[in-house]
C-alpha cells in the first residue's frame, strides 16, 4: 500500500475549532492533492501542493508538504458545520495515466 | 464547471446479473476513470482510459470490464455480478492523468447485489 496507517482517522470537533489532518504515503511524490467527499457526493479537489511549496494557503485550508519525511497535512481554520466530510490525500503513480491513488480518508465531524 | 454524470445513480442487481455502469463528461477530457469505493479502502482504481476505444486495467480489474466507445462516454461492465462488487462506484475525468491534473468526480453509483 502506498499509505501510512494514520491515514484512517475520525475526528469530531466543534464549530469554530481548527482541525489539522495528516497522510503519510510511501513512495515518492511530485504532488499531493487533498479531496473532500461530502455525504452522497464524489470527491472534489481542495488544493494541490507540489513538492517545492512547503506550504500553500487556499482561504480557510492550509496544507502542507514535506517530501523528506514523505508527509502532507491539511489543516482547516474556523471550521464550519459545512466542513463535515471524508478528506483524503492523493498522490500520482509512476504510470501517470493511471490518475491517482488515495489514501483511505479522515473522517471530519463538526457539530455547531 | 467540469461535469460528470453517471448513471444510473442507484441499482439493485441480482448475484449474476449483467449491470452496466455509465459515464459521460462534458469537460474534454481524455483520461477517464472507474474507482470503486469501500469503507475503510478508499478508493481504488478499477479500469481507465486515455483515449477511445482503449481501456487500461487499473489495480482492482477482476471481474470488470470496460469501454471507451467515444471520448465523453466511458462504462463499467459487471458481466457477472458477484455480492463482493456490492459497493460506490465513481468515474472521473482529467486532462494530464495524475500529473498535476485534477481529476473531476461524478456524483457516485451505488450498487447493491443481492
Known amino acids: 500500500s502506498q499509505w501510512g496507517e494514520e491515514n484512517l482517522q475520525a475526528l469530531s470537533i466543534q464549530e469554530g475549532e481548527d482541525v489539522t489532518m495528516n497522510c503519510s504515503y510511501k513512495t515518492y511524490t511530485t504532488v499531493v492533492q487533498w479531496y473532500r467527499q461530502k455525504s452522497g457526493k464524489g470527491p472534489a479537489q481542495l488544493i494541490l501542493i507540489r513538492s517545492n511549496e512547503r506550504e500553500k494557503r487556499s482561504g480557510r485550508l492550509r496544507a502542507t508538504l514535506d517530501t523528506s519525511s514523505q508527509s502532507s497535512s491539511l489543516s482547516i481554520t474556523g471550521t464550519l458545520a459545512t466542513d463535515t466530510a471524508v478528506y483524503f490525500c492523493?498522490?500520482?503513480?509512476?504510470?501517470?495515466?493511471?490518475?491517482?491513488?488515495f489514501g483511505l480518508g479522515t473522517r471530519v465531524s463538526v457539530f455547531p | 464547471e467540469a461535469a460528470v454524470t453517471q448513471s444510473p445513480r442507484s441499482k439493485v442487481a441480482v448475484t449474476g446479473g449483467k449491470v452496466t455502469l455509465s459515464c459521460h463528461q462534458t469537460?474534454?477530457?481524455?483520461?477517464m476513470y472507474w474507482y470503486r469505493q469501500d469503507t475503510g479502502h478508499g478508493l481504488r482504481l478499477i479500469h481507465y482510459s486515455y483515449v477511445a476505444d482503449s481501456t487500461e486495467k487499473g489495480d482492482i480489474p477482476d471481474g470488470y470490464k470496460a469501454s471507451r466507445p467515444s471520448q465523453e462516454n466511458f462504462s463499467l461492465i459487471l458481466e457477472l455480478a458477484s455480492l463482493s462488487q456490492t459497493a460506490v462506484y465513481f468515474c472521473a475525468s482529467g486532462r494530464l492523468g495524475g500529473r498535476t491534473g485534477q481529476l473531476y468526480f461524478g456524483e457516485g453509483s451505488k450498487l447493491t447485489v443481492l
Open positions: 469537460n474534454n477530457h481524455d483520461y
Open positions: 492523493a498522490t500520482e503513480v509512476n504510470n501517470y495515466a493511471q490518475g491517482l491513488t
